[in-house]
């Protein structure tokens, strides 16, 4: 299939930043995989997967070549119990929850609004709301870049941990995921005990949730607290929540009794990264072209023309203070280009 020359990605990165890749294509099918890893050309250039564009920063043009995974299609098949939903890659991710939900398919409720697509789940292990893509995951499928086959991967296999996963580390690069399946149920087990979905079931009078109903609130709160990417440049959650030793812990919530914290593994404590910008005075806090939005303080916006470079010397000036406040080092969830 044709590589494109120097095509803009401005419309591509949900951060809305413009630049532009030196070759590009469209994906639709491992076919066309197939295609243009069969392309002397594409040897002599580096590589760059895009999904959704909802997971990254970009600070220069991308001097290589960038494919745009549109693979699309939903396959479902029972088992007992369990309901196996099987997504092409390319399918949108709120489209995908949304699909589960009308349908009476329990285990992705909490995480609705989440930007981004199929594809970006397994290797981002994306979570909200007390659940991780590690807990409703069964498989997928990914294509070998160097031999060009499709290989499957089990839960085993990636090697999930929190906002990571194999094809973040030691395979990082040499696949590219294709399709993914999720083992969902007809019988909810409802996680309202994170963040404020309790708060606001009860504020809606709501004693019995539904799946929907659990939907419908993580919507309204993510709503409430994030921009839409459509009016104002951003990729959601730029930093990861801290993980902490207790020792460390410890020493902090003595200074800091009103401290948000939840439990995690291996007797760790993880912060909210939020709250800790937050208390270093960055919410909603303007500078240049860019800022973090007025809702929430982890999320850094694109006011209209900033640059990736813009961004992140702010995410640095971010940084730097929470470290000299409170000792702890964010780390960006964003991948920097």
């Known amino acids: ?62 001097d290589g070549l960038v494919l745009k995974i549109s693979i699309k299609g939903i396959d479902v098949t029972e088992d007992g119990e369990d309901i196996l939903v099987t997504a092409g890659a390319g399918e949108v991710w709120d489209s995908l929850v949304k699909y589960c939900v009308a349908n009476g398919y329990a285990g992705v409720e909490n995480l609705t609004l989440i930007p981004g697509t199929v594809g970006a789940s397994p290797i981002q292990n994306i979570g909200a709301y007390g659940v991780e893509i590690k807990d409703v995951f069964e498989s997928c499928t990914a294509f070998e870049i160097a031999t060009g086959q499709v290989r499957s991967f089990s839960k085993a296999d990636c090697e999930f941990a929190y906002r990571e996963s194999v094809f973040k580390g030691k395979l990082k690069g040499q696949f590219i995921v294709t399709s993914v399946t999720y083992r969902l149920s007809r019988t909810a087990n409802l996680q309202t005990h994170y963040g404020a979905i309790n708060a606001e079931l009860e504020r809606r009078g709501i004693t019995a949730p539904s799946m929907a109903d659990v939907s419908e609130v993580v919507a309204a709160i993510r709503v409430s607290k994030l921009p839409d990417p459509s009016t104002i440049g951003n990729a959601g959650s730029f930093f990861k929540n801290p993980i902490i030793d207790k020792t460390v812990f410890d020493d902090l919530l003595s200074q800091f009794p009103d401290m948000p914290h939840y439990p995690a593994p291996d007797g760790r404590i993880k912060l909210a990264a939020g709250w800790l910008i937050e208390a270093c005075g960055f919410k909603g806090m303007v500078d240049g072209n860019t800022g973090t939005w007025k809702n929430q303080a982890l999320v850094l916006v694109n006011h209209g023309g900033a640059t990736g470079q813009e961004v992140y010397r702010f995410s640095e000036k971010i940084i730097n203070t929470v470290q000299q406040k409170f000792g702890v080092l964010l780390e960006r969830e964003v991948n920097i280009l």
């Open 1 to 62: 299939m044709p590589l494109l020359e120097n095509h803009s990605l401005k419309l591509l990165n949900t951060f809305g930043i413009d630049v532009n890749a030196k070759l590009y294509a469209d994906i639709s099918s491992e076919a066309d995989l197939t295609s243009v890893f069969s392309n002397p050309v594409v040897k002599e250039n580096k590589l760059l997967v895009l999904g959704g564009g909802s997971n990254m920063l970009f600070i220069k043009d991308y």
